[in-house]
């Protein structure tokens, strides 16, 4: 990480397909965009990470381990507004799993394709995912869409 810190321009960062050992201590300013697909990371891989990228407006996880999210909180003050969780190696089928990342102020995009979602539940005064403009889907095992007081 010292030597992506003194890129002081670095805006994107594709560390596709490698294995990780991220030295948290190091900090990266400047990146709005990392991608970190086939890692083999599990969800408590980027909280780790996610220390060292105080800037990231962007966050690509496709093709991981990651098949639950066990806290959010580190995200509550983020500027965080994509985050791409497609194709998971144990894909996610829970939809409450999803519903943990209702509280991040700034997600607008959510790509979701490619898991095992089976039906999404979906309620109005459930004050989440208030910035969401963007939900992708495809290739799930989607049959029932439940919109609550509808």
Not at 84 to 105: A, C, T, V
Not at 119 to 127: E, K
């Amino acid at each position: 990480m010292k030597l992506i810190s003194g890129l002081t321009n670095l805006n994107t960062l594709n560390l596709t397909d490698n294995r990780l050992a991220i030295d948290t201590e190091d900090t990266v300013p400047n990146v709005k965009r990392l991608v970190l697909s086939q890692n083999a990371l599990l969800w408590r891989d980027v909280l780790r990470i996610m220390h060292c990228f105080p800037d990231l407006e962007e966050l690509y996880l496709s093709e991981n381990q990651i098949s639950e999210i066990s806290s959010t909180a580190e995200f509550s003050q983020s500027r965080i507004a994509v985050i791409d969780l497609d194709s998971q190696r144990q894909p996610f089928s829970d939809w409450n799993e999803i519903l943990k990342l209702g509280d991040m102020p700034n997600l607008r995009t959510l790509q979701l394709s490619g898991n095992q979602f089976r039906s999404i539940l979906v309620s109005p005064s459930a004050a989440i995912f208030r910035s969401l403009t963007h939900l992708t889907l495809r290739l799930n095992e989607i049959a029932d869409v439940s919109l609550p007081g509808r």
